[in-house]
């Protein structure tokens, strides 16, 4: 009897989750980005959004939720209803969070739908810097400790991450300073109050091509395609290599069919040409990984920043 019930608990489950799917959507979509305006993320989730609208016959929406490195935006996904109405347009520093906060909700437990896209961090200065280059860069750094200033997108974001790293590898001190998101961060780049930062190239390449940053070095091991004159790090120091991601997400315990309609949408609208040149343009690399694939990498993800946290003797206050 007992094996009886178990069993037809979840074909009744299953059955109700059907019906959800085939039923969804039927209102609008909220995608919750947990950055300001102007950053990566945005400047990916909006585009994106509208395309995945298309797709599911109805309004994806936008919302900037920033705070406390992503984990104000990804707590207010991780605790909503898990109905497919609400989602997550985060990047690579929800595998990286684990490690370096306490957090108010199980990261492993969110739906995962997707990985969007890859792009390397890009580390740009202000123009009245004192030096143009890596090289030269570091130079200034060790003759004159505690003096450049770096900012990143918060405090264990991926920016902050390969600052640190840089940091480390060349034997320099430098001060880090966080924002709310690269957006913060960029402006106080544009108006001198900052001497460098690290961001993703979809909010740079605008200020890069006008002069109104230069390009220092790009954080993968390997140069970017649309920036082929700029060096990565590694050229200098041997072995850095750090890149960032973007991914969907969805509450915990969110239903197959849901997820998979969703993916299926984002796989869609990233097909597109016209999308597929956009991002190609603005420096990410787009990928459509389906969510079984996303889910594993992510969670190895996590296990490697804690290692990475080990080895680098890295915490964050």
Known sequence: MRLF??????????????????????????????????????????????????????????????????????????????????????????ASNPTFFKLPFDTQSLSAITKVANAPQLLVANPGVPFKNLKELLAYAKANPGKVTIGTAGAGQISHLAAELLEKSSGTEMIMVHYKGSGGALADLLGGQINMSFGTAPGLMQFIRSGKVIPIAVSSAQRMPTLPNVPSISEVLPGYDISNWFGIFAPPQTPKPIVDRIYQAVQKALATPELSKKFGDEGFDIVAVPPDRFERSFKQEIVYWQKFAKDNNLKID
């Open 5 to 94: 019930l178990i069993t037809f608990l979840t074909v009744f489950l299953q059955l109700i989750a059907s019906a959800q799917a085939a039923e969804y959507p039927s209102r609008t979509i909220k995608m919750i980005i947990p950055f300001s305006p102007g950053g990566g993320s945005d400047t990916l989730g909006r585009v994106l959004a509208e395309k995945m609208g298309n797709e599911l016959g109805t309004s994806v929406i936008v919302e900037n939720k920033p705070g406390a490195s992503s984990i104000i935006g990804t707590e207010l996904v991780a605790k909503a209803a898990p109905d497919g109405y609400t989602l997550l347009l985060t990047n690579g520093a929800i």
